[in-house]
């Protein structure tokens, strides 16, 4: 059984930061062969792309709605992604969601939707004030 367990959203004003980090583990689950993608959720509104890292973190994408301001990471050592989030604002507010899925290649597409990604973590909120 694959658990992909986020930590480290809060409450945080605007302006600031936070570091989101996703843990994987699973007896048979290999993370090393998986691409990672961080999502969102905000209330009343559909789950959107946020980030992408490859399985090798190779290659990145972002949502144009957070270029320059996030960045995603991955240590294949540890099983871990993480999301560090700067300048926040409030239409950031929702809850993140990590997601495992086997996605190869350059392809952006792909890597922004959300039926790529076969497992997903449970989510943590991160609720931005003004």
């Known amino acids: 059984q694959v658990q992909l367990v986020e930590s480290g959203g809060g409450l945080v004003q605007a302006g600031g930061s936070l570091r989101l980090s996703c843990a994987a583990s699973?007896?048979?689950?290999?993370?090393?062969?998986?691409?990672m993608g961080w999502f969102r959720q905000a209330p009343g509104k559909e789950r959107e792309f946020v980030a992408f890292?490859?399985?090798?973190?190779?290659?990145?994408y972002y949502a144009d709605s957070v270029k320059g301001r996030f960045t995603i990471s991955r240590d294949n050592a540890k099983n871990t992604v993480s999301l560090q989030i700067n300048s926040l604002k409030s239409e950031d507010t929702a809850v993140y969601y990590c997601?495992?899925?086997?996605?190869?290649?350059?392809?952006?597409?792909?890597?922004?939707?959300?039926?790529?990604?076969?497992?997903w973590g449970q989510g943590t909120q991160v609720t931005v004030s003004s």
């Open positions: 997601a495992a899925g086997l996605i190869y290649g350059d392809s952006e597409t792909r890597a922004k939707r959300t039926l790529e990604y076969g497992y």
């Open positions: 699973g007896r048979t689950f290999t993370f090393s062969r998986y691409a």
């Open positions: 890292i490859s399985w090798s973190g190779g290659s990145t």
